[in-house]
């Protein structure tokens, strides 16, 4: 079972690296802000390697 992640769209920059890093889980939504569109599209390592990366440390675990 995918862990649940989500990106806190107020602290979103669109800077587009989770979407770059990761497209078959991120994308950018009508407001071109990151967001999770399929949580289980990539292994966990991987989305954690997103998660690291965002400069602005907007994507997070979730319960």
């Known amino acids: 079972m995918a862990r649940n992640v989500y990106v806190d769209k107020d602290s979103c920059i ?8 990761s497209p078959e889980v991120f994308r ?6 990151a967001e999770v569109f399929d949580p289980a599209g990539a292994a966990e390592e991987k989305i954690q390697q997103a998660i ?3 400069p602005v440390s907007c994507i997070h675990w979730g319960d």
């Open 14 to 21: 669109s800077c587009g690296l989770c979407v770059e890093s």
């Open 28 to 33: 950018f939504d009508e407001d071109n802000l």
């Open 52 to 54: 690291d990366a965002c």
